[in-house]
């Protein structure tokens, strides 16, 4: 498969000043720019990890005193909650897999030198950094972070008095989000003007690779709805400080003190309503790229064209379509007219059906292939699992009847952390393992450490996840930091969370198998060669200094070849044109 | 267009795929000799390539603003027809109060319509055939003297504009009506100065094709700068109305 004996004169390559250097300096090359963002997207997830790790140590031990920071009270629990949804879900699932990949590969996989905006794309970076270090900020302040939830749902949000980490803390958590939408809006429109304009010769729309056509469809999803949450934390911003109630309602009664609001007709619903309209979208922004890097993986490595290309392209825009009519399932139980709900919940369901295209064509594609089982496919395959199972409760929860049993329990945190937490971090995976020799200087990341890793966090993610959906199902509310004692029904299910808590602990180690091996691989790891998985995309081609790149295949063609003189089972999008695909090789 | 086959190394010993002897050659692109764009590297690939570039990003960032607005005026027409029950007198309470706008509203209108047409006749000026072809034969800059001045009108009447805008809020402000006075007011307040400071950014972008004519940047650098500002200042003209339509008529 690869050639990875090390010869002095593949050591030389244009990213070899020290990696430190690298990613702390002003650079507008986009690898380099999608390794910065690759590193934020790091520190956001090992800190979004540790906060996971100290909210389940305190809820099977609450007494336990963490060092630093103490006994966890309740409100410290709910502010390490928010901090932990928001850091995820923002700063790694919408980051990591979009403009940290994103950056690292769209240019070389369409042909291109650059991005079609250099120096935007820059700024969209270090816009992005500000955001961050204003998030973190806002766990140091007086009265610590903000406790209502990532979703932040007025009126508790809106009123200062209400929790403690309602003054500075949420102040702060507003202005890094809205930071954060300008820095994602200017990213995308930098991603599409790149696909739509600097595609090299040859390239047309249904010969992109499905990695890009994934960052495309997300792009206009950025475009499309972070300008709503930009409209949402605006107003709300506007409720906390200029004394306007867009959110507002009638007599407010917070912690037994009536609020006197000047007007007093505000709805908490219009946020949920601007907020839902961004934030379905947004678990596409962080679910589809990770379903582009798996139908690329597994083609690659199943050495077959992916099945029903054309399907899988349409498919992921009905997705995006879709993602946008359905945000009122997320709020089945804050009041709705039962017409709506009927039309939200059908919706919801019909999304169903595009994404068991996708699951039936990455099977499809694995059926009858010559399979090499390397690390990379191994966490695709794993993010298939985790698709399914966590995509299977959507439509359960879809159901208002069965929703307005199981809003706001364990079954929900199992549903969104297996399908967009595990599911994406998965696909993360993959494509780290799979690209890492794009990223520093064509080295590889060890196998068997990779094996490790997978099975370990394979067998923790379901160990950790799948017990929450009985919890649920029993009734279990989230976001509670003790229920010890107090609710009578679940009590013998609570054994379950300590069971939870130790399998969590077991996946977070696993990452310490990935940390090691990643920074080893850096300095250590064996040299890949030019094409280390015999892979058909422009990223892996070397073209001869002056040559210019023309594209003559399509993105996944592999098969035997042998019969038109070459040795290879794959055919590179840039090869000669008379390369044809074997004739045996049907096409589905 | 050469006919060297278009394959890329990739790094294997197999490389170039044994077609025996030299293969059958590459058929010629059929072109115009030396005109074949496509085989030039990027960003020169004619004349328009980096414009229509610029236009797209231009565009694609509007597209992005107005969802923005489109948020912001679909949630002032629900709030508009929704009140709240009372929790002592079981009353259902509408409590938004129409806001009577500020005269001047019109005459800013007018101003702005005026500057998105000074701004087009600065849009084509710096692409009018005759100029450009002089400015091909180094015939000096004349798109810079013939777009300048349309140019330095446009930011001219914008400014009018803003000042105008602070007007209508001091004229409010002298009624006793304020940011939080009544819903209609916040939106009244919200809109508009979400559009000021949008169209604050217009003007920025107005001094900085301003300022690349006056320092007599090439001349493809000169027709992007005052192109995408133009596309951006029309866009905010047509923001513009549509926010004044719905405050004026639907209250």
């Known amino acids: 498969m690869s050639q990875p004996k090390s010869s002095p004169a593949q050591v030389a390559h244009p990213s070899s000043p020290g990696i430190l250097r690298q990613i702390l300096s002003f650079s507008t090359d986009h690898k380099t720019i999608g390794l910065q963002y690759f590193f934020l997207s790091l520190i956001a997830v090992l800190l979004g990890m540790a906060l996971s790790l100290i909210m389940r140590l305190h809820i099977i031990w609450p007494q336990l005193r963490i060092p630093l920071l103490g006994e966890i009270k309740p409100e410290t629990y709910l502010a390490f909650m928010t901090m932990h949804g928001t850091l995820m879900v923002f700063f790694v699932l919408s980051t990591a897999p979009q403009s940290g990949f994103g950056n690292l590969l769209l240019p070389s996989q369409i042909g291109a030198k650059q991005m079609a905006f250099p120096v935007l794309n820059m700024l969209s970076l270090w816009t992005t950094v500000v955001s961050f270090v204003v998030m973190l900020a806002a766990l140091f302040v007086t009265g610590g972070a903000p406790i209502s939830g990532w979703t932040q749902y007025p009126p508790l949000s809106a009123i200062e008095a209400a929790a403690p980490g309602n003054g500075l803390g949420m102040d702060l958590w507003i202005v890094s989000i809205a930071v954060f939408c300008f820095a994602s809006l200017m990213g995308a429109i930098n991603f599409l003007a790149t696909t739509l304009r600097l595609r090299a010769k040859g390239m047309s729309l249904m010969r992109m690779p499905l990695t890009v056509w994934s960052w495309f469809v997300t792009s206009m999803l950025i475009l499309l709805s972070f300008s709503v949450l930009l409209a949402a934390v605006l107003l709300l911003f506007s409720d906390r400080h200029w004394g306007t109630s867009f959110y507002l309602p009638a007599g407010l009664v917070v912690n037994g003190i009536a609020i006197a609001t000047k007007n007093a007709g505000g709805s908490p619903l219009l946020w949920q309503h601007l907020f839902w309209f961004f934030g379905h979208p947004e678990v596409y922004i962080a679910i589809l790229p990770g379903m582009g890097v798996t139908s690329h993986l597994i083609s690659t490595f199943s050495r077959k064209r992916v099945f029903a290309y054309r399907a899988m392209v349409y498919s992921m825009l009905s997705i995006g379509v879709l993602g946008f009519l359905v945000w009122g399932h997320h709020m089945f139980v804050a009041g709705m007219n039962p017409n709506y709900v009927m039309a939200f919940s059908t919706l919801t369901l019909v999304i169903a059906v595009p994404s068991g295209v996708k699951t039936i064509n990455w099977l499809g594609t694995l059926w009858g292939g010559r399979i090499r089982f390397t690390t990379p496919l191994l966490f695709s395959v794993g993010f298939i699992s985790l698709f399914i199972t966590g995509g299977l409760t959507g439509p359960i929860l879809a159901q208002p009847e069965v929703d307005r049993y199981l809003h706001d329990t364990y079954f929900v945190v199992a549903h969104f952390h297996m399908i967009m937490g595990m599911a994406g971090v998965f696909a993360l995976f993959a494509a780290t393992y799979f690209w890492f020799p794009k990223m520093f200087a064509d080295r590889l990341m060890n196998e068997s450490f990779g094996r490790i890793h997978f099975w370990m966090t394979f067998i923790g993610a379901y160990a950790t996840f799948l017990p929450m959906h009985f919890l649920g199902m029993a009734g279990h509310p989230r976001r509670y930091s003790q229920i010890q004692g107090s609710a009578e029904y679940i009590q013998k299910l609570l054994p379950l969370q300590t069971f939870i808590t130790v399998w969590a602990i077991v996946l977070i180690t696993a990452q310490l198998v990935f940390l090691f091996n990643f920074f080893r691989s850096m300095r250590l790891g064996k040299f890949s060669g030019a094409n280390p998985w015999d892979s058909t995309t422009l990223e892996w081609a070397v073209p001869k200094p002056g040559q210019k790149i023309v594209v003559n295949h399509g993105p996944y063609e592999f098969g035997d070849f042998q019969s038109s003189g070459s040795q290879r089972d794959f055919v590179m999008q840039s090869d000669s044109p008379f390369l044809t695909s074997n004739p045996s090789d049907t096409r589905p | ?251």
């Open chain 2, 1 to 251: 267009m050469s006919k060297s086959s278009s394959t890329i190394s990739h790094g294997t010993k197999e490389a170039e795929p044994k077609l025996g002897g030299r293969g059958p050659s590459v058929p010629p692109i059929v072109g115009w000799g030396g005109d074949d764009w496509d085989n030039r590297p990027q960003g020169r690939r004619g004349p328009r390539e980096r414009l229509h570039r610029y236009r797209l990003g231009i565009g694609l960032a509007l597209v992005s603003i107005f969802i923005i607005f489109i948020a912001l005026t679909s949630a002032y027409i629900v709030r508009m027809g929704t009140g709240h029950v009372d929790t002592i007198t079981g009353d259902y309470i509408v409590d938004w109060k129409p806001l009577t706008l500020p005269g001047i509203l019109w005459v800013n209108t007018i101003l702005l319509i005026v500057s998105s047409v000074s701004m087009e006749f600065a849009r084509r000026q710096v692409f009018r055939e005759p100029l450009v072809t002089e400015e091909w034969l180094g015939m000096g800059t004349p798109t810079r003297t013939a777009s300048l001045p349309w140019l330095g009108t446009t930011l001219v009447l914008g400014s009018a504009f803003l000042i105008g805008q602070v007007f209508a809020w001091r004229e409010l402000y002298s009624r006793g009506v304020f940011l939080a006075t009544n819903p209609s007011s916040s939106f009244f307040f919200m809109l508009t100065g979400a559009h000021a400071i949008h169209l604050t950014g217009g003007m920025v972008a107005l001094m900085w094709a301003a300022t690349v004519g006056i320092m007599a940047r090439p001349l493809e650098t000169r027709q992007i700068a005052t192109d995408v500002s133009a596309w951006y200042w029309h866009a905010m003209g047509a923001l513009w109305v549509y926010i004044f339509i719905l405050l004026r008529f639907v209250r």
